[in-house]
């Protein structure tokens, strides 16, 4: 679903010209959650940026259900295939729009028929009561603000959805309430996800499989299984693996 | 037990509304000694303002009152803002999730320690710029020159709280509040400014209340757990002891976090019972 290969993002002009993500390949299977592990700086951003359209300056090949994207020029077919959800969600909403025109923007800049009754539908799977669309995001809590970007990113029906740190600005509870949510979607609509993250408990419940990346290289790649049994060749992933163990 | 370095009794926090009345923090006692208590709860559970009830630096709106709060064996809570403002910073120190708001924006950081030098130790200015120098050095900081005359916007998050903590190197205070010190920081660096507040804390007795909500960093760092729900202290327990814990919320909390030797196919999601905001926990 999702095909990365050599992938190389800079920034910056001339002299000042920063080499971000160094030939970065990986695969993502339909219906699979990869995770892209590591540090502030390491480029994992950078890869979800890249992939999202939002940043232009990179070379190599992405390849979206089947067919490459341009780096500089995306057609609004490329544009239905995927979708974000970021990590501080009062920041990703507008503050002055309610939740039902957020959530039904997406809808009318597509020009799809009957917004209204979408978001109503949206709404009810993000386990939202219908009232809530009238509300403005100050008037909601976090949880319920991440859920509301979580709507707004199902709304075109987009088989990819790009998680950045989705529940890191989250209370543990909350993101317990979340992540489930965002399993029961991903297996009633055969969503495909590729989620950043540092958090190794979030990776290791979420991911089928996961990229360590550090220096805007991917340095391990590894499968749920191992990470979990520890089966782990780079000291650095043993050193984010042991702080999510409760017990140890 | 000597006498613990912070004792707070009965601690309320209230926030006066239109026809109701906030309250925030209910009713919280718990002492501090020698040692690093860790004080989780989730948000609006009054975990911070529990904190800057103690540092007096509570939002205008907000009311406290207490049986006790008494740091060194003396009453803070109604101590004039002129003393309160000596003892900041000299005696109890706070670290803030962001050191961007903490640190002056219009200094460069190596003059803000050596302004702490200056007052602290009554150094001249040449002297405390040397100190300065050292203390970069002393919080691991691998090229002083270079980082001396950076302003707070151009260092790093970790580079912001090893400064931070530089500071309080000079002052040595004997409480250290640390509201979310490392929750912005990354893995290796949240381990190195961990390992710098120990440091800092083997050179005297040092309280630490660390506020947090990252169950097991607490776990792994404190002594002592204080879990706070709704403004109230529900349950406290030694740390390695966490997994023990009895409280249903804090059970739940633990069953909540996806973890890598538990690994689960659903996240037990937390069920409220209305009675843990009504109940103390004895």
């Known amino acids: 679903m999702i095909d990365v290969e050599n992938l190389n993002v800079f920034y910056g002009r001339g002299a000042q010209r920063f080499h971000a993500v160094r030939g970065v390949s990986f695969r993502v299977a339909r219906g699979e959650t990869y995770g892209l592990v590591g540090e502030s700086g390491s480029g994992k951003s950078s890869v979800l940026n890249a992939i999202a359209g939002r940043h232009t300056d990179w070379t190599g090949s992405v390849r979206l259900d089947g067919t490459s994207v341009d780096p500089m020029r995306r057609t609004t077919v490329d544009r239905r295939k995927i979708q974000i959800v970021f990590q501080d969600p009062y920041g990703a909403i507008h503050p002055r729009h309610t939740v039902g025109s957020t959530i039904a923007e997406p809808l009318e800049i597509h020009g799809l028929p009957d917004p209204g009754a979408t978001v109503e539908r949206l709404l009810a799977q993000v386990c939202l009561p219908p009232r809530f669309r009238w509300r403005y995001p100050h008037q909601i809590s976090g949880g319920q603000r991440q859920r509301v970007s979580i709507a707004r990113a199902l709304a075109l029906d987009s088989p990819i959805l790009l998680l950045d740190e989705p529940t890191s600005a989250l209370d543990v509870s909350v993101q317990a309430e979340v992540l489930n949510l965002l399993q029961d979607l991903r297996s009633e609509r055969g969503l495909t996800y590729l989620m950043v993250t540092h958090d190794m408990g979030v990776v290791g419940h979420m991911c089928d499989r996961i990229g360590v990346m550090r220096d805007g290289q991917i340095i391990e790649e590894l499968t749920r299984e191992a990470l979990i049994a520890g089966r782990v060749a780079h000291p650095y992933t043993k050193e984010l693996r042991e702080t999510a163990l409760l017990v140890g | ?282």
Request: aromatic share 4%; charged share 25%; glycine share 6%.
């Open chain 2, 1 to 282: 037990m000597n006498e613990p370095i912070l004792s707070v009794r009965n601690l309320n926090v209230t926030f006066p509304g239109l026809g109701r009345v906030t309250h925030a923090v209910r009713g919280v006692s718990f002492d501090i000694g020698n040692e690093k208590v860790g004080l989780i709860g989730e948000s609006g559970s009054g975990k911070s303002l529990t904190g800057r009830s103690i540092m007096r630096l509570l939002p205008k709106a907000a009311i406290p009152r207490a049986d006790r709060l008494r740091f060194d064996g003396r009453e803070i809570l109604d101590l004039p803002e002129a003393e309160m403002r000596h003892l900041r910073g000299h005696r109890i120190a706070m670290i803030l999730q962001d050191p961007k708001f903490s640190l002056n924006p219009v200094m460069c950081v190596g003059d803000q320690i050596a302004e702490t030098c200056r007052i602290h130790l009554k150094l001249g200015r040449q002297d405390a710029r040397l100190r300065a120098m050292e203390l970069l050095e002393k919080v691991h900081i691998r090229d002083p020159e270079r980082v001396y005359p950076l302003y707070p916007h151009e260092v790093s998050g970790g580079m912001g709280q090893r400064i931070m903590i530089a500071m309080m190197v000079v002052a040595r205070p004997s409480l250290i509040i640390a509201d979310e010190p490392t929750s912005a920081l990354d893995v290796s660096v949240r381990a190195q400014v961990l390992r710098l507040l120990d440091e800092l804390r083997s050179e005297t007795a040092t309280g630490l209340l660390f506020i947090s909500h990252d169950l097991n960093l607490v776990r792994r760092f404190c002594d002592r757990v204080i879990i706070m729900y709704a403004g109230r202290i529900v349950e406290t327990l030694p740390a390695a002891r966490l997994h023990e814990a009895e409280h249903p919320y804090t059970q739940g909390l633990l069953a909540a976090l996806p973890r890598l030797d538990r690994p689960v196919d659903r996240l037990a999601v937390l069920r409220r019972d209305p009675t843990w905001t009504e109940e103390v926990a004895p």
